[in-house]
């Protein structure tokens, strides 16, 4: 039986070999163009995305890993900041918890 971190970190190495979008995060940070997210599809079919599109394909491809069912534990896409600079600059990152049924939350990361 494959556990669930093994549906989850099978999904981050897809979306490590995948491209950071730098281009758009700096349009959208200067309003050159609107703040849209990508569907995990759209992710998959362009290979490239900003850190939310790579936490909604990770959990995504997790699922679809597993059959199609939910695993046997909670994945949940996380928005905040990773730290108090990051909160005072307005930055936000996006990331993957991985809350099992038994044992401690796990962070990963799906931003290549």
């Known amino acids: 039986m494959t556990t669930p971190e093994e549906f989850l970190g099978e999904a ?3 979306s490590h070999a995948m491209d950071y ?3 758009t995060l700096v349009a959208i940070r200067k309003r050159f163009r609107p703040d ?3 569907s995990p599809r759209e992710t998959a079919e362009s290979r490239k ?3 939310r599109d790579f936490a909604m394909f990770a959990i995504a491809r997790a ?3 597993c059959g199609g069912l939910p695993p046997p534990a909670e994945l949940v896409l ?3 900041h990773l730290s108090e600079a990051q909160r005072d600059a307005d930055v936000w990152h996006a990331w993957v918890e991985l809350v ?3 044992g401690p ?3 990963a990361e799906a931003t290549p």
Request: aromatic share 12%; glycine share 12%.
């Open 12 to 14: 981050i190495v897809e």
């Open 21 to 23: 979008d730098h281009e």
């Open 36 to 38: 849209t997210w990508q």
């Open 49 to 51: 995305g900003l850190c």
């Open 63 to 65: 699922w679809e890993l």
């Open 78 to 80: 996380v928005c905040g």
């Open 100 to 102: 099992p049924g038994n």
């Open 105 to 107: 939350k796990l962070w």
